[in-house]
């Protein structure tokens, strides 16, 4: 969206101050001052477009919100410990928390200061909720009688289902992520999300077998009249 005249208006941390005579893709350039005292030259189009404008300073300003020290702080259900040494896709610092239930999770620390649904405990919060429901009684207790080792018995004893419309493989268990170009097979087991990424379609598929053929053999020895060891 094009502005005749934006002398004076802000955006964001930016207060355009006056038009240049330089174009960008028939956009004008402005002289913006930042809140910071840095003067940039930023298009209308840059200006108009639903962003925290900035010279730069605001990701610098979020990363320094990022690497501040919450040792021992509570959010929630969690109390912080020390950071990893890792950082997410995003380049958010990762955290270690542990849970006053026990358990010690890692996890960014946008993802337990954010507003909206965030992150304060282990998991234990929801399913205390859900568990102190009739329903969710019932559940846990199926779930219980038949989990061996960490696996729901009966969860596992199914076979692979018709794969849905939205699969792009043919194949369950398989996926294709369009943001990374790669193929990915799943399978869950044991209590774990197993995960294998793959760079073609056939070696997914043959990934997602091997998987399937970890959790037959493991229904096998269950099976199997030797009741006294249960240790495969």
């Known amino acids: 969206m094009k502005r005749v005249n934006i002398q004076h208006e802000r955006f964001g941390m930016l207060t355009a101050i006056e038009p240049t005579d330089q174009r960008n893709f028939g956009n004008v350039i402005w002289k913006c001052r930042c809140d910071c005292g840095k003067i940039v030259y930023k298009s209308t189009s840059y200006l108009s477009k639903d962003r925290m404008c900035s010279c730069g300073c605001y990701a610098e300003i979020q990363h320094q919100k990022q690497r501040r020290d919450i040792t021992g702080q509570r ?54 909720f859900i568990g102190n429901s009739e329903h969710g009684r019932k559940h846990y207790a199926n779930l219980e009688k038949n989990r061996v080792m960490g696996t729901n018995i009966m969860e596992i004893r199914r076979k692979d289902e018709e794969p849905t419309k939205a699969n792009t493989s043919g194949y369950q268990g398989v996926s294709y992520i369009t943001t990374r170009d790669v193929w990915v097979a799943y399978c869950r087991f044991q209590g774990y999300y197993a995960q294998k990424t793959c760079h073609s379609l056939e070696d997914a598929i043959r990934a997602r077998q091997r998987m399937r053929q970890i959790r037959d053999s493991f229904i096998k020895w269950y099976d199997s009249p030797k009741k006294k060891d249960r240790r495969p």
Request: charged share 25%; with cysteine.
């Open 75 to 128: 959010f929630g259900s969690l109390v912080a410990m020390k950071p990893t040494g890792k950082s997410n896709k995003t380049k958010q610092r990762i955290w270690r928390f542990r849970c006053d239930c026990g358990p010690i999770i890692e996890r960014p620390i946008s993802e337990v200061t954010k507003k909206t649904n965030p992150t304060h405990s282990c998991g234990c919060s929801r399913a205390w």
